[in-house]
C-alpha cells in the first residue's frame, strides 16, 4: 500500500551543520510529497512540497528535490540553527482520494 | 487572513464523559481531518470528510465520532468508549484538487483526569 518510511530519530547536530533527513515512500502513481515541521506543543506547517518528479521544493533555506528513480524526498539544509530545532514529517499525497499518509516524524534537535 | 482554528487548545475529561473538540476553517476547503498524536509517535487518522454531510473512518476510529453539518466545521467528539483518550489532536483541511497539502490546526490536548 501507500507508505513512507522516514529516518529514524532523533538527530542532533551542531548549529551551522548540514541536514539531510531521508524520505522514501512506496511508488504507487506519481504522488504530490510534502515536508512539514512542528514545533513544541503546535500543530504542523508545511514547510515544502514538489507535484512531479525532478520538482525541487524549498523554503527557509530547506530543500528536497522529487526524486522519482529513487522514490525518494530527501530534507537538506546547508546551515542549520538552533530555531531549526523541531519534529520533521515527510509525507505523500494518495492518487484518487483526497488524503495524505505521514512519515512516523523525525526530531531534529540543534545545539549551539 | 484565512486559516484553521482548534478549540479549546487545552481539555480535561472525566473518566466516563463524552467531549467535543471544535474544529473551524475559513479556508473554502471541501475535505477535513481529524488525527490523533502521541508523545513521540507520528499522526493516526480518525476520521476524515470529503464533502459536507459525509465522512469516512480512519485508521482509529473506535470510540469517537464527528459531524459535517457546514463546510466551515468539522466537530470531534470523543466518546467514553475510547479508553486511552489523552493524546493530542490535530484538525487539517485540503482544497478539492489536493495539490498543495494539509492546512493544520494547532492542536487540542486533552488530558483524562
Known amino acids: 500500500g501507500d507508505s513512507v518510511t522516514q529516518m529514524e530519530g532523533p538527530v542532533t547536530l551542531s548549529e551551522e551543520a548540514f541536514l539531510t533527513i531521508n524520505c522514501t515512500y512506496t511508488?504507487?502513481?506519481?504522488?504530490?510529497l510534502f515536508w512539514y515541521v512542528q514545533y513544541p506543543g503546535e500543530g504542523l506547517q508545511l514547510l515544502l512540497k514538489a507535484t512531479k518528479a525532478d520538482d525541487k521544493g524549498s523554503n527557509k533555506g530547506f530543500e528536497a528535490t522529487y526524486r522519482k528513480e529513487t522514490t525518494s524526498f530527501h530534507l537538506e539544509k546547508g546551515s542549520v540553527q538552533v530555531s531549526d530545532s523541531a519534529v520533521y514529517f515527510c509525507?505523500?499525497?494518495?492518487?484518487?482520494?483526497?488524503?495524505?499518509?505521514f512519515g512516523q516524524g523525525t526530531r531534529l534537535t540543534i545545539n549551539p | 487572513d484565512g486559516g484553521i482554528t482548534q478549540s479549546p487548545k487545552y481539555l480535561f475529561r472525566k473518566e466516563g464523559q463524552n467531549v467535543t473538540l471544535s474544529c473551524e476553517q475559513n479556508l473554502n476547503h471541501d475535505a477535513m481531518y481529524w488525527y490523533r498524536q502521541d508523545p513521540g509517535q507520528g499522526l493516526r487518522l480518525i476520521y476524515y470528510?470529503?464533502?459536507?454531510?459525509?465522512?469516512q473512518k480512519g485508521d482509529i476510529a473506535e470510540g469517537y465520532s464527528v459531524s459535517r453539518e457546514k463546510k466551515e466545521s468539522f466537530p470531534l467528539t470523543v466518546t467514553s468508549a475510547q479508553k486511552n483518550p489523552t493524546a493530542f489532536y490535530l484538525c487539517a483541511s485540503q482544497d478539492s484538487r489536493g495539490l498543495y497539502g494539509y492546512t493544520f490546526g494547532s492542536g487540542t490536548r486533552l488530558t483524562v483526569v
Open positions: 470528510s470529503q464533502i459536507v454531510n459525509d465522512f
Open positions: 511508488a504507487t502513481g506519481y504522488p504530490s
Open positions: 509525507a505523500r499525497g494518495i492518487q484518487g482520494a483526497q488524503k495524505l499518509v
